[in-house]
Structures are given as structure tokens and as C-alpha cells.
């Protein structure tokens, strides 16, 4: 059966932490982890375009200040941020990066257009300490936009004080809210990881003309998600899990090849990359086991 074509906008806004914790070997990371999140965005806008589903992309990143790096480039074509442009200095102006991107969508788009949707993407490594916006004020905004059905707000971050504070006073839906190892390269790494293919089913229900989500991060409603410990298989294996469950591809209508993408898109971004006899081995195994199990639901 044919989709209708959607002709509809998804908006999208990356706001990362560009703070002074951020230096070092966790801004390598961050780097590498939006490589992978571009390579999510260009690879999911191609089925979305086909169905008339239109995406832009814009970054900001936050330390005492906002810098607006690019705003409104087609999915299509955006681009990783080149290291050079990623300054990790000063304090962490969470509240001010989500203003700043809010602000932009409603200066340069209609909002109130019904075929536009809005998702707003944060990642911080710390807590809230330098925002010059009224808090308050842009917690009953973000409150009235989620309760239009076409903005969707989330954050990853460590599992502390400040971070459940912005959660809780922008009333964030809980699955939107994932908590990471925040300290490390490597964790900053993997929740990125994470967080592109959080991204791809995303898209995926876009098409689908889901406009809003309260389960980006976490595997239901109601439930934050948790990246802490996560290892390199693992991801590799649960990524295999959600591309079946959650990003509306049948099971008994899977390729090996589509399982090894998936893999692939994971692992070239993680430290320890597992042979890829290995990866074949695993996603074969997953697979006919996936496959196995439609059969039965069908039976």
C-alpha cells in the first residue's frame, strides 16, 4: 500500500554542551558522536523525503554564551561540525541553548502550522550554572508548545541535581530523559551512540506522521533511560532490538544487510570495533531468531 505524501517540515535543533568540562578527550567524542548523528540524519531524511517529509537541521551549542553554528540545512545535506568550530570553554548555559533554538524556529518558521514539527535535542556533560533567560518564563513556554502535539523536548545528561531540575521545571517527559556517564570519553562517546539511534526511529515515526514524542531516550512512557555501563556489543546488539520494535520495520521483513547498516553505523564510532565476522555472526543469529518469532506471532 502507497503512503499519501506528507508535505510537512520536521524541524530539528542540536543543543550541545560546549562547556570547559567539555575540553579534551570528551570534546574528541562529542565530534565523533555528531559524525554519527549526521550520517543518521542523511541516511533516514532519504526514505523521509520520498515521503514528503521535509527535514532541517540546526545546532547550537552552549558555555556562558550561545553560538548559533548552522540553522535549517536540509537533512539531506548537513554536515558534521568541524572541530575547529567546537569551543569547550567557561560555564554551562543549558537553559539559553534551549531558548535560543526555540527562539529561532518561531522567528524563522511557522509554528503554527500543523504540518510542522519540532524536535529540540540536548546533550550536557554538567549542570545548569550560567543562563541569563528567566527560567520561569521558559518553562511555561516550553510547557505550551509540547501541549500543541508538535514539539518534542530532550535531554541527556548526568544523573544530577541540576539536570532533574530542568527536567522537572520544563516538565520534560520522562522518556525523553536519558542519564549518561558523563565524566568519560567513552561514555560521552556512547550516549552519543545512543542518541543517533534514538534519532533514526525517530525519523522513522516521523514518516509515519507521528509529530511528537514522550519516549525518545527510554523504551516506554513514563521511564527514564539509562546509558551508564552500556558496553560496544551491547550497543550494537539493543540496536538490532529497537530497529525491530520501535522504528516500525516488520520483523519478518528484514535484510542481514539492513541489520549490518544498522551495526555499522554504531561500531564505526565506538572504541573497541569488534571483527566484522563477528558482527556478521551476531546479526545473522538476531535475525533468524526475529524471523523465527514473526513465524510464530503469525502462526
Keep these: 500500500m502507497t503512503r499519501r505524501r506528507l508535505n510537512e517540515n520536521n524541524y530539528i535543533a542540536w543543543?550541545?554542551?560546549?562547556?570547559?568540562?567539555?575540553?579534551g578527550q570528551k570534546q574528541v567524542a562529542a565530534i565523533e558522536g555528531l559524525q554519527g548523528k549526521t550520517l543518521a540524519i542523511k541516511t533516514e531524511s532519504v526514505a523521509a523525503d520520498e515521503q514528503g517529509l521535509k527535514t532541517l537541521v540546526g545546532l547550537w551549542s552552549f558555555r556562558n554564551e550561545v553560538q548559533e553554528h548552522y540553522t535549517n540545512v536540509n537533512g539531506l545535506e548537513v554536515e558534521p561540525l568541524p572541530t575547529a568550530d567546537y569551543n569547550c570553554t567557561g560555564g554551562t548555559a543549558l537553559y539559553d541553548g534551549v531558548k535560543a533554538a526555540i527562539d529561532?524556529?518561531?522567528?524563522?518558521?511557522?509554528?503554527?502550522?500543523?504540518?510542522?514539527?519540532?524536535?529540540?535535542?540536548?546533550?550536557?556533560?554538567?549542570?545548569?550554572?550560567?543562563?541569563?533567560?528567566?527560567?520561569?518564563?521558559?518553562?511555561?513556554?516550553?510547557?505550551?508548545?509540547?501541549?500543541?502535539?508538535?514539539?518534542s523536548f530532550t535531554i541527556a545528561g548526568p544523573d544530577n541535581h541540576d539536570n532533574q531540575q530542568f527536567v522537572e521545571r520544563l516538565q520534560i517527559p520522562e522518556g525523553n530523559v536519558a542519564f549518561y556517564?558523563?565524566?568519560?570519553?567513552?561514555?560521552?562517546?556512547?550516549?552519543?551512540?545512543?542518541?543517533?539511534?534514538?534519532?533514526?526511529?525517530?525519523?522513522?515515526?516521523?514518516?509515519?506522521?507521528v509529530k511528537s514524542v514522550t519516549a525518545?531516550?527510554?523504551?516506554?512512557?513514563?521511564?527514564?533511560?539509562?546509558?551508564?555501563?552500556?558496553?560496544?556489543?551491547?550497543?550494537?546488539?539493543?540496536a538490532f532490538e529497537r530497529y525491530t520494535t520501535q522504528s516500525g520495520t516488520a520483523k519478518g521483513d528484514l535484510s542481514l544487510d539492513d541489520l549490518l547498516a544498522?551495526?555499522?553505523?554504531?561500531?564505526?564510532?565506538?572504541?573497541?570495533?569488534?571483527p566484522e565476522q563477528?558482527?556478521?555472526?551476531?546479526?545473522?543469529?538476531?535475525?533468524?531468531?526475529?524471523?523465527?518469532?514473526?513465524?510464530?506471532?503469525?502462526?
Design 15 to 23: 543543543v550541545i554542551d560546549a562547556s570547559g568540562s567539555m575540553a
Design 278 to 299: 563477528e558482527l556478521r555472526d551476531r546479526a545473522d543469529k538476531w535475525l533468524k531468531e526475529i524471523t523465527q518469532g514473526a513465524s510464530d506471532v503469525e502462526n
Design 181 to 209: 556517564e558523563a565524566q568519560t570519553a567513552e561514555g560521552t562517546r556512547l550516549a552519543y551512540v545512543e542518541t543517533a539511534g534514538k534519532l533514526r526511529g525517530f525519523m522513522k515515526g516521523r514518516t509515519r506522521g
Design 216 to 238: 525518545f531516550h527510554s523504551d516506554q512512557e513514563g521511564v527514564t533511560a539509562d546509558y551508564r555501563g552500556i558496553k560496544p556489543m551491547q550497543t550494537v546488539e539493543d
Design 104 to 151: 529561532w524556529f518561531k522567528e524563522n518558521t511557522d509554528v503554527d502550522d500543523e504540518r510542522n514539527s519540532y524536535l529540540i535535542e540536548t546533550i550536557t556533560d554538567g549542570g545548569e550554572n550560567a543562563s541569563r533567560c528567566n527560567k520561569n518564563d521558559l518553562a511555561e513556554e516550553v510547557q505550551q508548545l509540547q501541549g500543541t502535539g508538535r514539539w
Design 262 to 274: 544498522r551495526a555499522h553505523n554504531l561500531v564505526d564510532q565506538l572504541p573497541d570495533v569488534p
